[in-house]
């Protein structure tokens, strides 16, 4: 199949590590134009300087405050004359006692992974009605349908699912088609990393992290393991494909079976 990305210029958040890597990584490979975010410069850079015959474009942003989010998406549109696919993938998780989970890194987790995609959206929109054809697609979370404990996470991937659905029906009217990816768990730093949630899960468990982790995969996840990174990629780079340009408003679960309801 030809997804139609050759010279497509696609802005990625979160591309230094984990999903959003492998998410740039998969764009390289379709010929895309990369426009990569992150706090996390260094990461980026490497990224690029691994990515062969590619046009890649890397800035440190902070999504979370807006006049970075502008200056980039300006940035980008002044570089390449258009923005064509937006990946809103950027965020966290923190494991906490609900009743004593700190309202700010609430709020924190609210501006990283609900603000920031709307404000990138809004950015993006007025490239893509130019264009007359764009593409959204944002990394919520299983835990956006079925709870998983973690009180900020799961209520911000609730509403990452219904901003979708709302953008879906609005940009609709100029070809612009918006989806979100719903991950299980996934083989990246955001479990592994230390201190991340396979610490976390380990000191809730008693268990050493990597027990902990296969213990997790094998008693929640059908197929008894976590996914890889470019295993969410694929379905990312589809979903904001030419041949899937009709697909909109969709939460498509990449989870290997976890999610149990059949909506
Ligand atoms: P990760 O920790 O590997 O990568 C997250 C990236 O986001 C990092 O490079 C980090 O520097 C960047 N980032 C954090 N704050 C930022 C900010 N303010 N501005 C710009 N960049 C920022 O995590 P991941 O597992 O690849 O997660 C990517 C997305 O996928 C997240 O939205 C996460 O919630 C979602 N997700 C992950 C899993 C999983 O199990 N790993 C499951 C479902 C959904």
């Not at 396979?198 to 008894?224: C, H, R, S, V, Y």
Request: proline letters at 4%.
């Amino acid at each position: 199949m030809n997804l139609g990305l050759k010279n497509r210029v696609v802005i990625v958040t979160g591309a230094a590590s984990g999903i959003g890597k492998a998410v740039a990584q998969g764009y390289a490979k379709e010929k895309a134009i990369l426009a990569l975010a992150d706090i996390n410069l260094k990461g980026l850079q490497e990224l690029k300087k691994s990515l062969k015959d590619v046009e890649v474009y890397v800035e440190k942003v902070d999504v979370t405050d807006a006049k970075s989010c502008e200056t980039f998406v300006k940035n980008v549109a002044k570089k390449y004359g258009r923005i064509d696919i937006l990946i809103n993938n950027a965020g966290t998780a923190k494991m906490g006692d609900m009743a004593t989970f700190p309202e700010e890194t609430f709020r924190q987790h609210a501006e990283l992974m609900m603000y920031a995609p709307v404000r990138l959206t809004n950015l993006c929109i007025p490239y893509f009605k130019k264009n007359g054809w764009g593409s959204v697609v944002n990394t919520a979370s299983i835990f956006g349908k079925q709870p998983g404990g973690l009180i900020s996470y799961d209520t911000i991937k609730a509403a990452d699912i219904m901003i979708t659905k709302d953008y879906s029906s609005y940009c609709a009217a100029f070809n612009v088609n918006v989806n979100a990816v719903c991950p299980g768990p996934v083989d990246t730093p955001l479990w592994y990393a230390d201190g991340q949630l396979g610490d976390q899960l380990a000191g809730a468990t008693g268990m050493k992290k990597k027990e902990a982790i296969d213990w997790f995969a094998k008693t929640n996840i059908p197929m008894g393991r976590y996914a890889k990174p470019d295993e969410i990629a694929n379905a990312v780079i589809f979903l904001s494909s030419v041949p899937a340009h009709y697909i909109t408003g969709v939460a498509l679960n990449v989870d290997g079976g976890m999610v149990k309801s059949t909506i």
